[in-house]
């Protein structure tokens, strides 16, 4: 048997086991972005905090808990009145849904951006699909069965 690699044991610069904790995202208002998140993408709001001294909340959502699982933080920062603007270094967000064209039908009934629709790569059979969040950050779907 081959001896793994750091890469394949997960062993950071740490020298113990590490892990994607989270994905940070800034959002502008923060109901709509969990209600996005949670309601129309599935996930589960894990916590929420308010920081009234900072003026910002910090909400994390995902699939699975947070001990086991990468999530996503939304940061709200209160007085935040106009866009972000979204870096082109940020590319997007993967997530593996198990019926693509029936998610992409659903979501864009309930008006969710759909600029990608479903189909497959360009170079494989894989089918993916891009929407986009209530900021504009996009999420790309992959069918996963």
């Known amino acids: 048997m081959a001896e793994a690699t750091t890469s394949e044991?997960?062993?950071?610069?740490?020298g113990g086991a590490s892990r994607l904790l989270h994905t940070m995202i800034r959002v502008r208002d923060l109901d709509r972005s969990l209600d996005f998140y949670t309601r129309?993408?599935?996930?589960r709001l894990l916590r929420r905090t308010d920081y009234p001294g900072g003026r910002f909340t910090l909400a994390f959502v995902g699939y699975g808990d947070e001990a086991a699982t990468a999530v996503v933080e939304l940061t709200?920062?209160?007085?935040?009145?106009?866009?972000?603007?979204?870096?082109?270094g940020f590319g997007h967000l993967a997530?593996?849904?198990?019926?693509?064209?029936e998610t992409c039908r659903?979501?864009?009934a309930d008006g969710v951006p759909v600029p990608r629709p479903?189909?497959?790569m360009s170079?494989?059979?894989?089918?993916?699909?891009?929407?986009?969040?209530?900021?504009?950050?996009r999420i790309e779907l992959i069918e996963r069965r």
Do not use: C, K, S
């Not at 129309?40 to 996930?43: A, C, E, R, V, W």
């Not at 709200?76 to 082109?88: F, K, L, M, R, S």
């Open 9 to 14: 044991t997960g062993t950071g610069a740490t």
């Open 40 to 43: 129309q993408l599935g996930m």
């Open 76 to 88: 709200h920062n209160w007085d935040q009145a106009e866009p972000y603007v979204i870096g082109t």
């Open 95 to 101: 997530i593996a849904v198990p019926d693509i064209v």
């Open 106 to 108: 659903r979501l864009a």
């Open 118 to 120: 479903p189909g497959p």
């Open 123 to 137: 170079h494989g059979t894989t089918i993916l699909a891009f929407v986009e969040d209530p900021d504009g950050y």
